[in-house]
Nanobody, 126 residues
Framework: QVQLTEPGGGLVQLGDSLRPPCTPL??????TCWCPEAPRKDRAFVAA????????WYSPSLEGRFTTSRDNSESTLYLQMDNLRPEDTAVYYC?????????????????????WGQGTQVTVSS
């Protein structure tokens, strides 16, 4: 069973930045997402990439503060998190799904992903 790992969380201050990685992406033919789980909330999509076109989707709630990218040469997915706020506090999970042509209809659903990391805690203090 493939196990994704996401080191790189931590305790930061309001306005700080983090860039947690997610590895290994064992194939380029994977759709990917970052889906954090905040305290007392359901796990939810914030950023996703469609494997073949590189198209990216983001939750409107981010207001442009986060950017997801992947480095195929390193088999790694990243989430650049800038201008962090206390409400960003969550366990951040990366996830992957095998390529499918209709994924544009599933990228925002956590049920659309088959492989998950163990999560990394990000805590933002004010």
């Amino acid at each position: 069973q493939v196990q994704l790992t996401e080191p790189g969380g931590g305790l930061v201050q309001l306005g700080d930045s983090l860039r947690p990685p997610c590895t290994p992406l064992w194939s380029t033919k994977l759709h990917t997402c970052w889906c954090p789980e905040a305290p007392r909330k359901d796990r939810a999509f914030v950023a996703a990439i469609y494997w073949s076109t590189g198209r990216k989707w983001y939750s409107p709630s981010l207001e442009g503060r986060f950017t997801t990218s992947r480095d195929n040469s390193e088999s790694t997915l990243y989430l650049q998190m800038d201008n962090l706020r206390p409400e960003d506090t969550a366990v951040y999970y990366c996830a992957a799904a095998p390529a499918r042509s209709d994924f544009w209809g599933y990228y925002y659903r956590t049920s659309g992903y088959d492989y998950w990391g163990q999560g990394t805690q990000v805590t933002v203090s004010s």
